[in-house]
T-cell receptor, first 109, second 117 residues
Framework: GIQVEQSPPDLILQEGANSTLRCNFSDSVNNLQWFHQNPWGQLINLFY???GTKQNGRLSATTVATERYSLLYISSSQTTDSGVYFCAVGSYGNNRLAFGKGNQVVVIP | GAVVSQHPSRVICKSGTSVKIECRSLDFQATTMFWYRQFPKKSLMLMAT?????????EQGVEKDKFLINHASLTLSTLTVTSAHPEDSSFYICSARDQTIMNTEAFFGQGTRLTVV
């Protein structure tokens, strides 16, 4: 099946700093989503972005499908941004999502 | 966005008993739902694909008789952990997508934290 790699696995940020999370995948995809898992386990949808660029407040994401990677940008980080960020992809003809191992982000005041 | 509701959010049961977890799509119909399992500080692992009106498709290594899936309607899938043991303790989470819309995102339930004592 399709492989998903996220980097860096762990990231510690000072409040106010910017960061970039990366997701590499091994095959063509027709679905790519970024999630933030909150402390209670709920997966919060951040972006549905199989290609192109989107922005939502301090977060933005870019997927370059031809080069098989996606980036999640966090600007002016806040302590509430702490948590695990997951990238998940779906390939053509397959409704399932394959998840990366996540980026554990800690934002310190 | 679409809403997926999962119940219960937390359950503690005794070894040997069975536990049923419900996953509902609240504002759309889902012919397919997915069940995942997550161990502490790990990623989500797909357990099975739940198909409305037919048998579920299980991933390799997942015991069909241990994790019974029923998808009896277009808005409800259930996962029953049968004869639960402590090693079944985990976080279980379901997802669904509104398949009437082309190329749309998947939404996840709140998850169920199962503790078997």
């Amino acid at each position: 099946g399709i492989q998903v790699e996220q980097s860096p696995p762990d990231l510690i940020l000072q409040e106010g700093a910017n960061s970039t999370l990366r997701c590499n995948f091994s095959d063509s995809v027709n679905n790519l989503q970024w999630f933030h898992q909150n402390p209670w386990g709920q997966l919060i949808n951040l972006f549905y972005i199989p290609s192109g660029t989107k922005q939502n407040g301090r977060l933005s994401a870019t997927t370059v499908a031809t080069e098989r990677y996606s980036l999640l940008y966090i600007s002016s980080s806040q302590t509430t941004d702490s948590g695990v960020y997951f990238c998940a992809v779906g390939s053509y003809g397959n409704n399932r999502l394959a998840f990366g191992k996540g980026n554990q982000v800690v934002v310190i005041p | 966005g679409a809403v997926v509701s999962q119940h219960p959010s937390r359950v503690i049961c005794k070894s040997g008993t069975s536990v049923k977890i419900e996953c509902r799509s609240l504002d759309f119909q889902a012919t397919t739902m997915f069940w995942y399992r997550q161990f502490p500080k790990k990623s989500l692992m797909l357990m099975a694909t739940s198909n409305e009106g037919s048998k579920a498709t299980y991933e390799q290594g997942v015991e069909k008789d241990k994790f019974l899936i029923n998808h009896a309607s277009l808005t409800l899938s259930t996962l029953t952990v049968t004869s639960a043991h402590p090693e079944d303790s985990s976080f279980y989470i379901c997802s669904a997508r509104d398949q009437t819309i082309m190329n749309t995102e998947a939404f996840f339930g709140q998850g169920t934290r199962l503790t078997v004592v």
